[in-house]
């Protein structure tokens, strides 16, 4: 009788421990999302899109900037009045839009994250003491099959439930997902990229007036180009960071759509491979903006 | 003006850049008088400031297009953040219920000393969640 036990005991535990039973448990679920994969695309993204913050150009920097030309061209000691109000509107909305999007990606990393479901049955164990309880006696197997079979069931349903949850939230979020990542995108690289745009031609309009003028030394002139290409050179930079920076909220962008519309079709190969090429990308987004910083 | 969108309000920014480049090229590429050349680079200035503006303002008018999407996306991450303490709170369980069968392996040791200690574990485990929880919250 006691063997009996003992052997249906092992047998159990031998299935509850097997990766077969794992994965049975995984496709059951409608949609099988690949947690380590999510977290990989979840944590790059994050990662590319935290570049906002070292971007180190803004609506306000750009209407300071302007207001400083317009003393320059008109030649006057004391700066005129500066009003900036509507470009810091302009800066919060960016802010707003960043902090939404970046609160999303900071949930989605740590709810897809292997850690959060990789409970110590510790406290449980240190309780569970081998030894006689009035008419209960517990032994050291006994002990150990429990601690090792609590733990594999409790990751194996919480992972079931957090893949579940995951999928949902992709699928809500998916849509203003798309809207955000897009009116971040059109904020920065059309509206203050065009502005960037609108500076260099300031400048221009201000060396060209410098370099036609018939008093001015040649040495002035070549000061004055020299000045000229520096301060563009400046510009081009920043524009490649916002260009780069760009890129990087289409991929992530590509990236969530392509988690959407895959969440219940495509096998767990095939998104795997899939979502290693957006993480792939994203990191070389990330180098390539760090290089440009490094130029600055 | 309140007719157009962002993505409007951009594309006259654009045609009004690209007018002022057109100016700021003639201006360059021919000879002109003291007189003209001020006058062109007034009206390039001009152009350009017109161009600026609307860029910050269709910066601003984006907000009309993202209001619902902002609120939608709140909410969506307030709910992966109360699953995700919900997930953590397992943890916390688990040592709650650890404390609690140490308590009862005292009761059925009627080891006085032990069972006093058992409850003071269970209390601090308990205490210690609830802080834990407070912290989160």
């Known amino acids: 009788m006691q063997k009996a036990t003992s052997t249906k005991t092992s047998t159990m535990r031998s299935i509850l421990s097997g990766p077969l039973f794992l994965l049975c448990l995984c496709c059951l679920l409608p949609g099988c999302v690949n947690l380590k994969k999510v977290n990989d695309y979840s944590a790059g993204s994050l990662k590319s899109l935290k570049k906002f913050e070292e971007i180190g150009y803004t609506f306000n920097r750009a209407c300071l900037d302007r207001c400083e030309l317009e003393q320059l061209r008109s030649l006057r000691l004391r700066a005129g009045d500066c009003n900036c109000s509507l470009d810091q509107q302009a800066d919060s909305i960016a802010l707003l839009i960043y902090n939404s999007v970046k609160g999303y990606f900071e949930g989605m990393t740590r709810i897809s994250d292997g850690k959060v479901t990789d409970y110590k049955p510790d406290a449980l164990t240190k309780a569970l003491k081998e030894g006689s309880f009035g008419d209960l006696k517990i032994g050291k197997e006994e002990v150990d099959s429990y601690a090792a079979i609590s733990t594999i069931l409790l990751r194996a349903t919480t992972d079931i439930y957090r893949k579940k949850k995951i999928s949902k939230y992709i699928e809500e979020a998916n849509g203003p997902v798309q809207v955000l990542l897009s009116a971040m995108d059109f904020n920065l690289a059309a509206n203050l990229n065009g502005k960037l745009n609108v500076r260099k031609q300031r400048l221009e309009n201000i060396y060209v007036s410098l370099v036609n003028d018939s008093l001015a030394s040649l040495y002035d002139k070549t000061r004055a180009i020299e000045d000229y290409n520096s301060a563009t050179r400046g510009i081009e930079l920043r524009q490649k960071q916002l260009t780069t920076f760009s890129k990087g909220l289409k991929t992530i962008a590509a990236g969530h759509q392509q988690l959407y519309d895959s969440r219940n079709k495509i096998t767990v190969g095939e998104l795997k491979e899939l979502l290693t090429q957006y993480a792939s990308d994203l990191q070389n987004i990330v180098d390539e903006f760090n290089k440009l910083k490094n130029q600055s | ?137």
């Open chain 2, 1 to 137: 003006m309140s007719t157009l969108d962002a993505r409007q309000l951009n594309e006259l920014a654009n045609s009004f850049l690209a007018f002022a480049q057109a100016v700021g090229d003639y201006r360059y590429e021919n000879t002109l008088t003291p007189a003209e050349n001020r006058e062109l680079s007034d009206l390039q200035w001009t152009l350009l400031n017109y161009s600026d503006d609307l860029f910050t303002t269709s910066a601003v008018l984006v907000m009309n297009d993202v209001a619902d999407s902002l609120a939608t996306i709140d909410e969506i991450t307030k709910d992966i953040n109360k699953t995700y303490r919900k997930l953590r709170n397992i943890q916390k369980a688990i040592n709650v219920a650890g404390a609690a069968v140490t308590l009862g392996a005292a009761l059925f040791s009627k080891n006085p000393q032990a069972v006093g200690k058992a409850i003071g574990g269970l209390v601090k485990t308990w205490k210690e969640k609830e802080d834990e929880e407070e912290e989160e919250a």
